[in-house]
C-alpha cells in the first residue's frame, strides 16, 4: 500500500505531482488554521467589548481613590485581540506563498500536459490520478468559505476590521 492515497504511475513529472500533493495536505491544515485564528479573533473581540462595556469595568472609589476590578481583563482581551489578528496574518501570509508555489508547479504540470497532448505523445488523456491531484491542489488553495485568490483579501479585510474594531471599542465606549 502506497504512503499516499494516490498511486502516481510513473511520468515524467512524479517529484512535482507527490510536491503537489503534500502541498494540498498543507494548504487544507493553514486554511482551517487561519479559519480558527478569524473565529477566536472574533470571540476575543467580542469578550473585550463585553468586558469594555460593563460597569464592572468603570472605576469605583474607595476613600478617594479609584480601583477598577477588571481592568487587567480588558487589557489582556485587548492583547489577545491583537496577538490572534498579527498571527492570522502572518499564517495568512504562509498560505499565501504555499499557494503560489503550488501554482507554479500546477500550470507547469499543466503546460507539460498539454504540449505532450500537441505532440500526440499521450493517447490518452492523462492518468485519473493526475487530474485528481490537479484538481484536489486547486480546491485546496481556496480558504474556507471563499473560493479564489479574493478569499485571501476577504481574510485580511476580516482581520483588519477586527482589529479597527478593538480600537474604536477602546477609543469610543
Not at 469578550?47 to 477588571?70: D, P, Q
Amino acid at each position: 500500500m502506497p504512503k499516499d492515497k494516490y498511486d502516481i504511475e510513473d511520468v515524467e513529472f512524479r517529484p512535482q505531482l507527490l510536491r503537489l500533493v503534500s502541498l494540498t495536505r498543507i494548504l487544507k491544515k493553514w486554511g482551517h488554521i487561519i479559519l480558527f485564528f478569524l473565529l477566536l479573533s472574533l470571540f476575543a473581540l467580542g469578550a473585550f467589548g463585553v468586558l469594555r462595556k460593563s460597569n464592572i469595568m468603570r472605576g469605583n472609589y474607595i476613600n478617594g481613590y479609584e480601583y477598577t476590578i477588571y481592568s487587567s481583563y480588558e487589557n489582556v482581551a485587548l492583547l489577545f485581540v491583537f496577538i490572534l489578528v498579527l498571527f492570522g496574518i502572518l499564517v495568512l501570509l504562509r498560505f499565501s506563498s504555499l499557494r503560489n508555489e503550488g501554482m507554479i508547479i500546477y500550470e507547469e504540470i499543466t503546460d507539460e500536459i498539454d504540449w505532450s497532448r500537441r505532440r500526440k505523445e499521450f493517447i490518452h488523456k492523462p492518468p485519473i490520478e493526475t487530474r485528481i491531484i490537479i484538481k484536489e491542489f486547486l480546491k485546496s488553495s481556496d480558504l474556507p468559505f471563499t473560493s479564489g485568490t479574493n478569499g485571501q483579501a476577504l481574510y485580511v479585510i476580516l482581520f483588519f476590521v477586527i482589529l479597527i474594531s478593538a480600537i474604536m471599542i477602546k477609543v469610543f465606549v
